[in-house]
């Protein structure tokens, strides 16, 4: 049986009130494929399976449940249970709940900590949303430089539970300015004597100001497992982990991917989203989309006479601005992909334009040929001449116009992914239209 059908199975369990079956086949469960369990079924239904966990398993799903989750099962919740649960997050994955609750929630949750917890969890706090410090986290393990081996795995064997990795351990002098880092592999392998200073080698390193997915970009980029995050003076507050490094970025990938087919992101599975919830995320964007292809309408109004005079021009109206509107979201694709990698920043403008200038030219004088061949082998030569010029129009000014918008996005502050698809398609429908028709006019001589 596959995981799939057995998760069916499960999710029937809950919907036929068979609690005791549920329970003694949860029990039986890897903890990864509860959450995965947990995520397709409704609210109230999660609530029930959540409650039928022991409090050791059901303390290690709630850490791996997305935020969205975790909101909706503490609503549901005593405030003793909800101590719990909350007590038992890192203060990086507490404060990403927290933005999701109402402030009068997230206050009286922070009432429920010790002391040592609420002060971590108020470090990350103190930094403004979307920086790396807002998702570091504040427990760490830094060496002093001049310790020496065995002195820090001394420390280590003390604050080990405490700490959100080992692997990597900043290496810092007496004022904690961070001088590198070295790994938990080399301090084992090393004889206790040996000065951690000849262990230390260069850190890569981020300021906690720093905006959190190019953060997570480097991190994955450059294989680390964790990375120190400093303060404006260079001394070290947090660390960032590898694996926060993947869920920054699989967020954000999900919501370019959202945002490049006109929608909003959910931020939460699938499964679990309510369907009003989802009809909203497209709504606001399909409205627009509306609104603008009022722009194509208006066009073929002020044309009319010339659709009229040569009626075999609307025939390849779908097929121009279809053209016109793939050929603009594949470079507005490429190109946003390139922004979010790193290989292309907003100074390069005029490379990307001018590279998809030639990469437009290209493809329209392919397509160009084979529209004009195609049609006057059809119709009449002037009508496939038309077309392979529109073509060739059309591909340049869109794969241009696609190259820029990504750019000019994030130079105006905005998602580059908002100016992809949508906007994309739209503008070259309507502009791929007049040069169309301005084209037939003069080669038609109407």
């Given at each position: 049986?596959?995981?799939?059908?057995?998760?069916?199975?499960?999710?029937?369990?809950?919907?036929?009130?068979?609690?005791?079956?549920?329970?003694?086949?949860?029990?039986?469960?890897?903890?990864?494929?509860?959450?995965?369990?947990?995520?397709?079924?409704?609210?109230?239904?999660?609530?029930?399976?959540?409650?039928?966990?022991?409090?050791?398993?059901?303390?290690?799903?709630?850490?791996?449940?997305?935020?969205?989750?975790?909101?909706?099962?503490?609503?549901?919740?005593?405030?003793?249970?909800?101590?719990?649960?909350?007590?038992?997050?890192?203060?990086?994955?507490?404060?990403?709940?927290?933005?999701?609750?109402?402030?009068?929630?997230?206050?009286?949750?922070?009432?429920?900590?010790?002391?040592?917890?609420?002060?971590?969890?108020?470090?990350?706090?103190?930094?403004?949303?979307?920086?790396?410090?807002?998702?570091?986290?504040?427990?760490?393990?830094?060496?002093?430089?001049?310790?020496?081996?065995?002195?820090?795995?001394?420390?280590?064997?003390?604050?080990?539970?405490?700490?959100?990795?080992?692997?990597?351990?900043?290496?810092?002098?007496?004022?904690?300015?961070?001088?590198?880092?070295?790994?938990?592999?080399?301090?084992?392998?090393?004889?206790?004597?040996?000065?951690?200073?000849?262990?230390?080698?260069?850190?890569?390193?981020?300021?906690?100001?720093?905006?959190?997915?190019?953060?997570?970009?480097?991190?994955?980029?450059?294989?680390?497992?964790?990375?120190?995050?400093?303060?404006?003076?260079?001394?070290?507050?947090?660390?960032?982990?590898?694996?926060?490094?993947?869920?920054?970025?699989?967020?954000?990938?999900?919501?370019?991917?959202?945002?490049?087919?006109?929608?909003?992101?959910?931020?939460?599975?699938?499964?679990?989203?309510?369907?009003?919830?989802?009809?909203?995320?497209?709504?606001?964007?399909?409205l627009v989309l509306a609104i603008g292809a009022t722009l194509t309408v208006q066009v073929l109004d002020v044309f009319e006479e010339t659709l009229e005079a040569v009626v075999v021009l609307a025939l390849f109206v779908p097929l121009l601005i279809g053209t016109g509107g793939n050929t603009g979201n594949q470079a507005a694709t490429t190109v946003t992909r390139a922004m979010a990698l790193?290989?292309?920043?907003?100074?390069?403008?005029?490379?990307?334009?001018?590279?998809?200038?030639?990469?437009?030219?290209?493809?329209?004088?392919?397509?160009?040929?084979?529209?004009?061949?195609?049609?006057?082998?059809?119709?009449?030569?002037?009508?496939?001449?038309?077309?392979?010029?529109?073509?060739?129009?059309?591909?340049?000014?869109?794969?241009?116009?696609?190259?820029?918008?990504?750019?000019?996005?994030?130079?105006?502050?905005?998602?580059?992914?908002?100016?992809?698809?949508?906007?994309?398609?739209?503008?070259?429908?309507?502009?791929?239209?007049?040069?169309?028709?301005?084209?037939?006019?003069?080669?038609?001589?109407?």
């Open positions: 049986m596959s995981v799939s059908e057995r998760l069916d199975e499960l999710a029937d369990l809950v919907r036929h009130e068979r609690l005791r079956d549920l329970r003694e086949a949860l029990d039986d469960l890897p903890v990864g494929e509860i959450v995965d369990f947990l995520e397709r079924l409704g609210v109230q239904d999660r609530a029930v399976a959540f409650r039928l966990l022991p409090k050791d398993r059901a303390v290690e799903v709630f850490d791996l449940l997305d935020q969205a989750l975790q909101h909706e099962i503490i609503e549901g919740l005593k405030d003793v249970d909800v101590a719990l649960y909350f007590d038992s997050l890192d203060p990086d994955d507490r404060v990403r709940l927290m933005d999701e609750m109402p402030a009068s929630v997230a206050r009286k949750m922070m009432r429920h900590l010790d002391p040592r917890e609420r002060s971590l969890t108020n470090i990350v706090l103190g930094y403004p949303s979307g920086t790396i410090g807002r998702q570091m986290s504040p427990e760490f393990v830094a060496i002093p430089e001049h310790w020496s081996v065995g002195q820090a795995m001394e420390k280590i064997r003390r604050a080990g539970d405490e700490a959100e990795t080992l692997y990597t351990l900043p290496v810092v002098d007496r004022q904690r300015l961070l001088k590198g880092v070295v790994s938990l592999r080399d301090l084992v392998a090393a004889d206790a004597d040996v000065s951690i200073s000849s262990l230390t080698t260069e850190a890569d390193s981020v300021d906690a100001d720093h905006d959190a997915e190019d953060a997570a970009r480097l991190c994955a980029d450059r294989k680390h497992l964790a990375m120190p995050v400093t303060d404006s003076e260079h001394r070290v507050v947090g660390i960032f982990t590898v694996d926060d490094a993947l869920d920054i970025l699989e967020r954000a990938e999900s919501e370019d991917a959202a945002r490049h087919g006109g929608a909003e992101p959910l931020h939460r599975p699938y499964l679990s989203t309510p369907v009003l919830t989802i009809m909203r995320s497209r709504i606001v964007w399909l790193g290989d292309v920043t907003t100074r390069d403008v005029f490379k990307v334009f001018w590279r998809e200038v030639r990469v437009g030219l290209t493809l329209g004088s392919v397509l160009g040929v084979l529209g004009f061949l195609l049609v006057s082998w059809r119709w009449e030569w002037h009508v496939g001449a038309v077309i392979g010029l529109t073509l060739l129009a059309i591909c340049t000014l869109a794969a241009s116009a696609g190259g820029l918008m990504p750019i000019l996005g994030k130079k105006l502050g905005a998602d580059p992914a908002v100016f992809a698809n949508p906007f994309i398609s739209t503008f070259v429908d309507a502009t791929g239209l007049i040069v169309y028709f301005l084209i037939a006019r003069a080669v038609l001589g109407i």
